[in-house]
Protein backbone atom coordinates (compact mmCIF):
# COMPACT_ATOMS: atom_id res chain seq x y z
CA UNK A 1 0.00 0.00 0.00
CA UNK A 2 1.30 3.65 -0.93
CA UNK A 3 0.94 6.41 1.57
CA UNK A 4 1.00 9.68 0.23
CA UNK A 5 1.69 12.80 1.86
CA UNK A 6 2.47 16.60 1.35
CA UNK A 7 5.48 18.17 2.48
CA UNK A 8 6.89 21.96 2.71
CA UNK A 9 10.37 22.09 3.43
CA UNK A 10 10.19 26.08 3.46
CA UNK A 11 6.59 27.51 4.01
CA UNK A 12 7.54 30.99 4.45
CA UNK A 13 9.57 30.62 0.60
CA UNK A 14 6.32 29.53 -0.43
CA UNK A 15 4.61 32.84 -0.42
CA UNK A 16 7.65 35.02 -1.83
CA UNK A 17 7.54 38.77 -0.98
CA UNK A 18 4.78 40.45 0.62
CA UNK A 19 3.63 43.44 -1.70
CA UNK A 20 3.01 46.56 0.22
CA UNK A 21 -0.94 47.06 0.86
CA UNK A 22 -1.19 43.05 -0.48
CA UNK A 23 -2.88 40.07 1.11
CA UNK A 24 -1.42 36.91 -0.47
CA UNK A 25 -2.45 33.16 -0.06
CA UNK A 26 -1.53 29.63 -1.34
CA UNK A 27 -3.15 26.39 -0.78
CA UNK A 28 -0.31 23.92 0.56
CA UNK A 29 -2.78 20.80 0.43
CA UNK A 30 -6.78 19.89 -0.07
CA UNK A 31 -7.98 16.50 1.13
CA UNK A 32 -10.81 15.08 1.98
CA UNK A 33 -10.24 15.77 5.69
CA UNK A 34 -8.37 18.96 5.76
CA UNK A 35 -6.94 22.26 4.08
CA UNK A 36 -4.06 23.97 4.56
CA UNK A 37 -3.45 27.76 3.54
CA UNK A 38 -0.85 29.90 3.44
CA UNK A 39 -1.29 33.90 3.81
CA UNK A 40 0.71 36.44 4.18
CA UNK A 41 -0.02 40.40 5.31
CA UNK A 42 1.25 43.31 4.53
CA UNK A 43 1.68 45.63 7.41
CA UNK A 44 -2.03 47.02 8.34
CA UNK A 45 -4.33 44.88 6.24
CA UNK A 46 -6.70 42.86 7.55
CA UNK A 47 -9.46 39.86 6.99
CA UNK A 48 -13.19 41.60 8.00
CA UNK A 49 -15.12 39.28 10.42
CA UNK A 50 -16.21 36.34 8.78
CA UNK A 51 -17.29 32.62 9.89
CA UNK A 52 -16.46 28.97 8.44
CA UNK A 53 -18.57 25.49 9.14
CA UNK A 54 -15.76 24.17 9.82
CA UNK A 55 -13.36 23.78 12.62
CA UNK A 56 -10.01 25.23 12.01
CA UNK A 57 -6.59 26.44 13.32
CA UNK A 58 -4.71 29.70 13.22
CA UNK A 59 -0.75 29.22 13.47
CA UNK A 60 1.38 32.94 13.26
CA UNK A 61 4.57 32.04 11.61
CA UNK A 62 5.56 35.54 11.63
CA UNK A 63 4.88 39.05 12.78
CA UNK A 64 2.20 39.98 15.21
CA UNK A 65 -1.54 40.67 14.82
CA UNK A 66 -4.36 41.19 16.67
CA UNK A 67 -6.94 38.56 16.45
CA UNK A 68 -10.79 38.73 17.08
CA UNK A 69 -12.59 35.24 18.34
CA UNK A 70 -15.97 35.84 18.91
CA UNK A 71 -16.29 39.06 21.01
CA UNK A 72 -12.33 38.66 22.36
CA UNK A 73 -9.58 40.03 21.20
CA UNK A 74 -6.11 38.68 21.40
CA UNK A 75 -2.60 39.38 20.19
CA UNK A 76 -1.07 36.82 18.42
CA UNK A 77 2.65 36.66 17.77
CA UNK A 78 5.09 34.17 16.00
CA UNK A 79 4.05 31.15 17.78
CA UNK A 80 0.58 31.63 18.78
CA UNK A 81 -1.70 29.00 18.13
CA UNK A 82 -5.49 29.12 17.95
CA UNK A 83 -8.37 26.45 17.56
CA UNK A 84 -11.82 27.62 16.30
CA UNK A 85 -14.72 25.81 16.57
CA UNK A 86 -17.29 25.70 13.33
CA UNK A 87 -19.23 28.99 12.83
CA UNK A 88 -17.08 31.60 15.05
CA UNK A 89 -17.31 34.67 13.55
CA UNK A 90 -13.27 35.74 14.03
CA UNK A 91 -10.82 38.58 11.76
CA UNK A 92 -7.50 39.39 11.91
CA UNK A 93 -5.15 42.30 11.64
CA UNK A 94 -1.95 42.75 10.95
CA UNK A 95 0.31 44.88 13.02
CA UNK A 96 3.65 44.34 10.84
CA UNK A 97 4.20 41.45 8.06
CA UNK A 98 2.55 39.04 9.43
CA UNK A 99 2.79 34.85 7.51
CA UNK A 100 -0.53 32.63 8.73
CA UNK A 101 -1.16 28.95 8.37
CA UNK A 102 -5.23 28.56 8.35
CA UNK A 103 -5.81 24.84 8.83
CA UNK A 104 -9.35 24.05 8.16
CA UNK A 105 -10.73 20.32 9.21
CA UNK A 106 -13.59 19.11 7.65
CA UNK A 107 -16.14 17.55 9.02
CA UNK A 108 -16.91 13.15 7.99
CA UNK A 109 -20.29 13.32 6.95
Known amino acids: MSHSYTAVPDMRSV ?7 NIVSHTLYNEATS ?3 LFGFA ?3 ELSEHSTPMAATIQIIEGSATLT ?3 NEMAATQGTLVYMPPSLPHSIRAH ?3 V ?3 TMIKANN
Open 15 to 21: LGEIAPG
Open 69 to 71: LGT
Open 96 to 98: NQV
Open 35 to 37: RAI
Open 43 to 45: PGQ
Open 100 to 102: MLL
